[in-house]
C-alpha cells in the first residue's frame, strides 16, 4: 500500500467482549501522531447492532462486518468468555471473511481464540492470554503456541498477551506502519519477548538492533536501567511465572521460558522474588494445564 493512501482498521466486538480492549485500541489509534489522514477506524459486528461487554455496557458499532468494502488492518477484541465458551459461528465467520480482505490482522488477548476457531492461525506461531496458553496449544494442534510478554508477530498476523494487549498491538501496527517512532532497542527487546528461550547474548543483540555491542549495553542502563544480560533474565522470568500459572511444571516452566533447568530458575526466583519456584506453583491460583515435566 503507499505510504499516502489511508488505513482502514477495522475493530471486531460481539456480546460478552472486553469493554477495555476495544476502548482501548480504538483511542491509541484515534490518538497516534501522523495518522490524522492516513486512517479510518470502524467498530463493527456481526449484524450492525450494538454489542453487550463483558461488564454489561454497550459498545457502540458503526456497521455490520458484511458492510465493510475497505479493509487494512482487522483487530479482534478478547472476551472474559474465551475460551470457556467458543466463539459463535457468525463471529467466526465474518472473521474469516475480513481477515481474507485484510492485509494484516490481529487478536487481543484472548481474541486469539476466534482466530483460531477462523483457521487464520493455522500454520503460524501465536500467543494469548497468559493462563490460556496451554488450552490454545491443545484445541488448536496446527498453530505453535507461543508464550510472551506482549506482542508476537508471524508474517501478517498479530496475536498478544498481557493486561495492556490492546494497546500494545496497536502500538506494535503503528510501528511497523512507520506510523510510531521507538527506541533504536525496539528489535532487540521484541526478539527477546518473541523468543526468549533463544540464546540472547549482548552480541546477537546488538547485531539485531544493529548497533555496537558498546552501545547495546549504554542503550539498556539509559531506558531500563540494568544490563542486556539482567533484562533477558527479567524477560525470562516473566514468561516462566506466565507458564507457571498457567499450571506446568517447574521443569517444563523453565525450559520454555529459556532457563534450561530447574536450578537455573530457582537461582531467578530467589534472587528476584524472594521465594523459590516451586513455592510459588504452590500457592499460585492459575489453572491446572495438564502439563507435566
Known sequence: MPPDQPRDFVIVVYDGARMLDAVGATEMLLDAEGLERRR??????????????????????????????SVDTVIVVGSTLLPRYPAHRAVVASVR???????????IGTGSFVLAAAGVLDGRRATTDRRFVSELASRYPRITVTPVQAVLADGPVYTSAGPNAGVEVVRALLRDDGMMRYSQLGPAVAAVANNP????????????????????????RREFGTTPAKYVELARLHVAVRLLDAGYSVTRAAENSGFGSSENLRRAFIAHRAESPSAYRRRSSGPASGHSG
Do not use: C, M, Y
Not at 41 to 49: E, L
Open 40 to 69: 479510518t477506524v470502524s467498530i463493527v459486528s456481526v449484524t450492525g447492532a450494538d454489542v453487550v461487554s463483558s461488564i454489561g455496557f454497550a459498545i457502540p458499532v458503526s456497521r455490520s462486518a458484511a458492510r465493510v468494502e
Open 97 to 107: 471473511l475480513l481477515s481474507a480482505k485484510a492485509r494484516r490482522t490481529a487478536a
Open 197 to 220: 528461550a533463544s540464546r540472547h547474548t549482548v552480541q546477537s543483540l546488538a547485531e539485531t538492533a544493529r548497533v555496537s555491542s558498546r552501545t547495546l549495553s549504554r542503550l539498556f
